[in-house]
């Protein structure tokens, strides 16, 4: 039986492809779902993958990868900056985190440089698009021994 990792997404990514294309690319999440489907099974991995613009189910959904998943990418989307709650329930989750951001949020307003999740996070991949998913899941695999 594969292991599982949840890709949790947080608030207006479900507007991936239309919201503002020169900064998050034209790519749908529908898109980055079926890279993520591909790449996970490539490398052994199901995948749980949800977007949320509530943060409360985002906590009930980490608090689930913490029972039942070997790890967890989260793109946190505006929370990131924002949510205590955020980093309280993978702290509780205890299970292997990547925070990934579409794009270089340090360049960018100055608001976006402090994340609540990283300091919970083993990892931070930001600034390659899409992409930045897929090596998000080749990390864990890494982290993970798979």
């Not at 998050?24 to 949800?50: H, M, P």
């Not at 299970?95 to 608001?111: K, W």
Request: charged share 20%; proline share 4%; glycine share 8%.
């Amino acid at each position: 039986m594969p292991a599982t990792l949840f890709i949790l997404n947080g608030p207006n990514l479900n507007r991936l492809g239309t919201r503002e294309p020169e900064t998050y690319g034209r790519t749908t999440l529908a898109d980055i779902e079926a890279q993520c489907r591909a790449t996970g099974a490539r490398l052994g991995f199901d995948i749980v993958f949800r977007q949320s613009n509530h943060e409360g189910t985002l906590v009930d959904w980490i608090q689930e990868a913490g029972d039942v998943a070997r790890g967890l990418i989260i793109n946190p989307a505006a929370y990131t900056h924002t949510s205590v709650a955020l980093h309280d329930a993978i702290r509780t989750a205890a299970v292997p985190t990547v925070e990934v951001h579409l794009s270089n949020v340090f360049a960018r307003e100055a608001f976006r440089h402090h994340s609540y999740v990283s300091p919970v996070a083993v990892g931070v991949i930001c600034g390659f698009g899409a992409k930045g998913y897929d090596l998000a899941i080749e990390a864990l695999a890494n982290k993970l021994g798979a």
